[in-house]
């Protein structure tokens, strides 16, 4: 890791609010780009976090503290993912983290990439029923909608099996195309849930909405 992404990512650890602020300010002051600012120096510092929450050696108020830091620096960087967006549509896209789950992070992160690339993202938020995303999908004017949907715990993950089935049981599964996504999420879950696609991550996400929408 280049010294710039590793002291964004121990900002981030160390619950350094004004430290993770700094140094993205002069990460793009020099000339880094929002995405790599992003994906390889603030997100790796919420992965260390996790882990040492795993193992007992920090508590929630310090992942929050971390989250918080993030957050400010997401705040500088969103203008940036957003320049020079495209005006060509890519397609209509709803944006939520499954019910149970209010890990948001990564799902703003997504949305705001794809709206980055061209798509028309609503955000429907956090701890979202199953049955808000079936009527939000039913209601778009939209003939083919893009499900963006993050779970970031294992328990929360097993909704998007009950998503595809109310998706099939309400019978809008032609028109909707079903991307989810969150560290718990693998292609093998994908495939038994009958999803379109996953994506590791923000830039990955993009690619994979552009094809399974194509
Ligand atoms: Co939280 N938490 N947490 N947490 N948390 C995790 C998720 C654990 C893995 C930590 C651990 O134990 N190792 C764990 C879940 C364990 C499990 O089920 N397997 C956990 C737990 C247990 C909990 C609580 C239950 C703790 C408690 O209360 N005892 C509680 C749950 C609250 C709830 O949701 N009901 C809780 C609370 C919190 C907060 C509030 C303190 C905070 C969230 C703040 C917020 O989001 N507003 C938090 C955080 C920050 C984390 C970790 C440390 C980081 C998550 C994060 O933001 N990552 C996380 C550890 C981890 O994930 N390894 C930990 C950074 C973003 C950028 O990455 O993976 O979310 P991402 O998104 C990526 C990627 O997955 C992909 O692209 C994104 C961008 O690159 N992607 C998609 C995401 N969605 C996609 C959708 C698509 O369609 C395509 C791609």
Same mark, same amino acid.
């Given at each position: 890791m280049s010294d710039i992404f590793k002291e964004l990512a121990e900002a981030v650890t160390k619950?350094d609010?004004?430290g993770a602020?700094?140094k993205t300010?002069e990460a793009?002051?020099k000339?880094t780009p929002a995405l790599d600012i992003v994906q390889k120096g603030l997100s790796e510092g919420m992965k260390i976090i996790g882990d040492r929450? +795993?193992? /007992? ?10 989250? $918080?830091?993030m957050? +400010?620096a997401?705040? %500088?960087?969103?203008?940036? !993912?957003?320049?020079? *967006?495209?005006?060509? *549509? ?27 690339? /061209?798509?028309? #993202? $609503?955000? !429907?938020?956090?701890? #979202?029923?199953?049955? &808000? ?10 003939? &083919?909608? !893009? ?28 028109? #909707? &195309? ?11 879950? %994908? &495939?038994?849930? /009958? ?5 590791e991550n923000?830039? +990955?996400?993009?690619? #994979?909405?552009?094809? %399974?929408?194509?």
């Amino acid at each position: 890791m280049s010294d710039i992404f590793k002291e964004l990512a121990e900002a981030v650890t160390k619950q350094d609010v004004n430290g993770a602020v700094a140094k993205t300010k002069e990460a793009l002051s020099k000339g880094t780009p929002a995405l790599d600012i992003v994906q390889k120096g603030l997100s790796e510092g919420m992965k260390i976090i996790g882990d040492r929450f +795993e193992a /007992g050696e920090i508590f929630l108020p310090q992942i929050m503290m971390s989250a $918080k830091a993030m957050n +400010e620096a997401m705040a %500088i960087l969103t203008p940036e !993912l957003t320049k020079g *967006s495209t005006n060509v *549509s890519a397609g209509f896209a709803l944006a939520f983290v499954q019910e149970g789950d209010i890990h948001d992070i990564g799902n703003r992160l997504v949305a705001t990439m794809l709206g980055a690339n /061209g798509f028309t #993202v $609503k955000v !429907l938020g956090v701890d #979202v029923a199953n049955e &808000k995303v079936v009527e939000e999908a039913k209601k778009a004017e939209a003939s &083919k909608v !893009l499900l963006v949907g993050s779970a970031l715990m294992t328990t929360s993950m097993l909704g998007q099996k009950d998503l595809m089935q109310l998706i099939n049981e309400e019978g809008v599964r032609s028109k #909707v &195309k079903c991307m989810f996504g969150g560290a718990p999420v693998s292609k093998e879950w %994908i &495939k038994e849930i /009958g999803a379109d696609g996953t994506a590791e991550n923000a830039a +990955e996400a993009v690619l #994979v909405a552009k094809q %399974i929408m194509a």
